[in-house]
Nanobody, 125 residues
Framework: QVQLVESGGGLAQAGGSLRLSCEASGGIFSAYHMGWFRQGPGKEREFVAAITWSGGSTAYADSVKGRFTISRDNSKNTVYLQMNNLKPGDAAAYYC??????????????????WGQGTQVTVSS
């Protein structure tokens, strides 16, 4: 059983930056692809970014491409989401998730096996 704990959320001004972290425990971190999703009030959970087990491949939602960067440090069992040039529309609860290597989609939430509790991001205009 993998446990995921997010941190780094908070309040940022529009145009500002935040760095989210997600630390994993209870499993072999490098055995999982990792993803970040977000969910705003009254909205469905949406894909933000994902990274393969080695870090060799990444994927981004069009809405964050060029502003957000996902990375991972397998020696620290941690995945990061660097968020720059934040916009009010980025405000949401952000969740990290882990997916077994044999899963076939990085963008679909139901393909992920483990989820963190989320960290809130608020962006003031």
């Amino acid at each position: 059983q993998v446990q995921l704990v997010e941190s780094g959320g908070g309040l940022a001004q529009a145009g500002g930056s935040l760095r989210l972290s997600c630390e994993a425990s209870g499993g072999i971190f490098s055995a999982y692809h990792m993803g970040w999703f977000r969910q705003g009030p009254g909205k469905e959970r949406e894909f933000v970014a994902a990274i393969t087990w080695s870090g060799g491949s990444t994927a981004y939602a069009d809405s964050v491409k060029g502003r957000f960067t996902i990375s991972r440090d397998n020696s620290k069992n941690t995945v990061y989401l660097q968020m720059n040039n934040l916009k009010p529309g980025d405000a949401a609860a952000y969740y990290c998730a882990a997916q077994h290597l044999l899963s076939s989609s990085l963008r679909i939430p139901t393909y992920y096996n483990y989820w963190g509790q989320g960290t809130q991001v608020t962006v003031s205009s």
